[in-house]
C-alpha cells in the first residue's frame, strides 16, 4: 500500500491510513514532479500525543488551505507524515523513509526539542530543508544550516521567566524541578537559572525527574524543606500535571510556573483544581484579537468541530505557511535554492506574529503568559523580546 495522502482527504481517515501504513515500505508512487511532496515527522500517539496532534491539526489546515487556492507553484501539494509515538528513536527512521523513500522537498516536525534534535542530523545530511514548528532548544537550529524553526528559542524563554518570577510572583527564592531525559528541560532550566541569579534570585534546591515518573513526592518534599517562593517545572504537560497536583497534596502552597511544554488541555484533566496559583509561557493565545488570529480560530474551529488552537496548532500552521511563502518565492523546490529562500523570511505575517528568520535560522517573536482560573487557561501578558 502506497502511505502517500492527498491533503484533501479528512484528518482522521488520513491518520489511519498513515498509521496503517508505518510498516508498509511502499515505492514511492505518482510520476515525480506532479505534486510538491512535504513531510511532518509528529508525536500522533504516546505520552505527548496532545503536541503532535495538535501541531499536525495546523499544519494539515494550512496544506489544505494552500490547495484550495491551487497549491504551489502550479502543483498540488502532497502531505505525507508519519507518527513516532511520541518514542525515542523513531524520528530520525522516520526523517530518512520520507527523504529517500518518498522524497520530500522539506520536512515539518517537531515540537518537542529531543524529536526535533534526532531528525535534524538526517536532514541536513540529506540536504533537505526541516522546519521545526515549536522546538525552542537552541541545538536543534545549531545542527546546520538547513533547519530552523518558526518559534523563539529556550535562551529567550528562560529570561523571560526569571523577570517573570522576580517582577510578577516577587520571588527571590526558586526551586527548579526539571525532567533529566529531554533537552527541552535540561535547557531551560539553565536558561532561566543564569538570568535569575544574575538579577539577585537564589536558586534554592533543583531536583530532577525522568519524563513518564509516576511518583514525585521524594523530590517535591526535598523542595519543600527549602521554603521556595515559587517553584519552575520546565517539563511536559503529562508530568508537570502529576507534578503539580502532588505537590499540592503535600501542602506546598508556592506558585508553580513552567514553559511552552505546559500547554495541552489534558493539563487541566490530569491536575484540575490543582492548577490555581500556576503560570507558563507559550507562544500564542486564541483570545488575541488581531484580526488574522481570529480569521485562524474560525477556520480551525470549523475545520476540528469547534476546537480552539493553541500555541502548537498555530506554529504548526506557521510553519508549513512559512514554507509554502519560501517556496513561491523560490519558484522551485531544488533543495539549495529552497533553503536559501527560507532563510531569507522576512516579516512573513503568521498567525504567531510577523516572522523573521536570523542569521542562526531562529525567529524572535513574543511570548504570552498563560494562568489558569476556575480550571481554565486564561491569557495573563504579552512579553515582547
Ligand atoms: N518548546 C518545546 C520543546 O522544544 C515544545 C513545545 C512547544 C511544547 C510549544 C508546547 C508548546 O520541546
Same mark, same amino acid.
Given at each position: ?8 482527504a479528512?484528518?482522521?481517515?488520513g ?8 510498516? #508498509? ?62 518514542? +525515542? ?115 534554592? !534546591? ?19 524543606a #527549602?521554603? +521556595? ?5 520546565p ?11 502532588? !505537590? ?8 508553580m ?6 500547554? !495541552? +488541555? ?34 480551525f474551529?470549523a ?11 498555530a ?26 529562500a ?44
Amino acid at each position: 500500500m502506497n502511505k502517500r495522502l492527498a491533503a484533501l482527504a479528512p484528518t482522521l481517515a488520513g491518520i489511519t491510513l498513515a498509521l496503517a501504513a508505518c510498516s #508498509q515500505s511502499g515505492a514511492p508512487g505518482g510520476a515525480a514532479g506532479e505534486t510538491i511532496r512535504i513531510g511532518e515527522f509528529a508525536s500522533l500517539t504516546g505520552k505527548e500525543a496532545a503536541f503532535g496532534q495538535s501541531s499536525h491539526k495546523g499544519t494539515q489546515l494550512a496544506i489544505e488551505e494552500l490547495n484550495a487556492t491551487g497549491g504551489l507553484l502550479g502543483k498540488k501539494i502532497e502531505f505525507i507524515y508519519e507518527d513516532n509515538r511520541s518514542s +525515542p528513536g523513531e524520528s530520525a527512521t522516520i526523517a530518512k523513509k520520507l527523504i529517500t523513500r518518498d522524497r520530500v522537498v522539506a520536512l515539518l516536525g517537531e515540537v518537542a526539542s529531543g524529536r526535533s534534535l534526532e531528525a535534524a542530523p538526517i536532514a541536513q545530511a540529506n540536504k533537505v530543508p526541516m522546519i521545526s514548528p515549536s522546538s525552542t532548544n537552541p541545538k536543534v537550529t545549531e545542527t546546520g544550516d538547513y533547519i530552523f524553526r518558526v518559534c523563539f528559542t529556550d535562551p529567550f524563554q528562560g529570561k523571560l521567566l526569571a523577570e517573570f518570577a522576580r517582577k510578577t510572583l516577587k520571588a527571590q527564592k526558586v526551586a527548579i524541578f526539571s525532567d533529566v531525559a529531554a533537552p527541552y528541560s535540561v535547557g531551560l532550566a539553565q536558561y532561566f537559572r543564569e538570568p535569575f541569579v544574575a538579577g539577585g534570585g537564589r536558586v534554592a !534546591a533543583e531536583e530532577k525527574y525522568t519524563g513518564g515518573d509516576k511518583d514525585f513526592k521524594a523530590q517535591l518534599t526535598a523542595i519543600k524543606a #527549602q521554603h +521556595p517562593d515559587a517553584i519552575l517545572v520546565p517539563g511536559y504537560y503529562t508530568d508537570v500535571g502529576l507534578i503539580v497536583a502532588q !505537590a499540592r497534596q503535600l501542602g506546598i502552597t508556592a506558585p508553580m510556573f513552567g514553559g511552552d511544554g505546559w500547554e !495541552a +488541555p489534558e493539563l487541566i484533566q490530569i491536575a484540575g483544581g490543582a492548577l490555581e496559583e500556576t503560570y507558563y509561557s507559550t507562544h500564542f493565545s486564541p483570545e488575541n484579537s488581531d484580526p488574522a488570529v481570529q480569521k485562524f480560530v474560525a477556520a480551525f474551529k470549523a475545520r476540528y468541530n469547534g476546537e480552539t488552537p493553541d500555541a502548537m496548532a498555530a506554529l504548526g500552521y506557521d510553519s508549513a505557511m512559512v514554507l509554502a511563502d519560501a517556496i513561491r518565492r523560490a519558484g522551485t523546490t531544488e533543495s539549495g535554492k529552497l533553503r536559501d529562500a527560507i532563510a531569507a523570511t522576512n516579516g512573513f505575517a503568521g498567525v504567531t506574529g510577523a516572522t523573521t528568520l536570523d542569521a542562526q535560522r531562529n525567529a524572535t517573536k513574543p511570548a504570552v503568559i498563560i494562568t489558569v482560573k476556575d480550571g481554565q487557561f486564561k491569557y495573563l501578558e504579552t512579553v515582547t523580546p
